[in-house]
């Protein structure tokens, strides 16, 4: 029986130091950090949609149209495998008279999205698309090729910050901060663009754009040990 008794006090003591240390002998700090890049690639979506009265019409119409696109944006040195299809569909049109609907044509649309691997190319790059014969321009977006090595570097920053505030904490209260029991990434991490985007359909004018900046973010989470 004092065995038994024993163990259950030693179980008990072990349980209240784990207990302890849970609730008041660590420091849970949330790090941060921020890297600015400027981008240096671009990507945008153009298309090509055509109305006839028969399928086979706006579909020669259509390729027409998007070769000529395509052998524009080739000639200017963009590369192939940075031209791919977005979209094709085909839709019937209808006329509504006498609260019946018949159909009258098709409407064929054909939409390729583009890699600018040289952002400065991305005006002339837009302006030639409409030129040849683009009628839908969207998604004008812009990327870096150095994002990937700015959030590792925004990373072991914020997980420095994460740890710098742990042992604030500790000092405020009078203690030390002690070993690093856990450190955790936030994966929801933030790449944000801020910048003005303007393009014109236009073809008179030059595409005016402005690629602003891009804002890579890591988050850690660093449970410290007091001392």
Do not use: H, W
């Not at 065995?3 to 790090?31: E, H, N, P, Q, Y």
């Not at 998007?66 to 524009?72: L, Y």
């Not at 200017?76 to 791919?84: C, I, K, M, W, Y």
């Not at 042992?167 to 856990?182: D, H, P, T, Y």
């Amino acid at each position: 029986m004092k065995k038994l008794l024993g163990i259950l006090v030693i179980i008990a003591l072990c349980t209240l130091s784990v207990s302890a240390l849970a609730a008041g002998d660590t420091v849970t700090a949330t790090g941060s950090a921020t890297v600015i890049l400027v981008p240096d690639m671009a990507t945008f979506s153009i298309g090509v949609t055509t109305q006839a009265t028969l399928i086979a019409t706006a579909q020669a119409a259509n390729n027409a149209a998007m070769q000529a696109i395509i052998a524009a944006l080739t000639s200017l040195g963009v590369a192939p495998e940075d031209l791919q299809t977005d979209q094709y569909s085909i839709y019937p049109v209808y006329d509504y008279q006498d609260y019946s609907q018949t159909v009258k044509g098709y409407e064929i649309s054909n939409t390729i999205t583009v890699t600018v691997r040289a952002l400065d190319q991305a005006p002339s790059l837009l302006d030639a698309a409409v030129e040849a014969g683009a009628n839908t321009v969207y998604s004008l977006g812009f990327q870096s090729s150095q994002e990937d090595a700015a959030y590792e570097q925004a990373l072991k920053a914020a997980a420095q910050d994460a740890l710098r505030k742990a042992a604030l904490m500790a000092q405020a209260i009078g203690r030390e901060a002690g070993g690093v029991l856990s450190l955790a990434e936030n994966t929801n991490i933030s790449v944000s663009y801020s910048g003005i985007r303007e393009y014109s359909l236009d073809s008179s004018y030059a595409t005016p754009i402005e690629s602003g900046t891009i804002t890579v973010t890591a988050e850690v989470v660093a449970v410290v040990q007091m001392n």
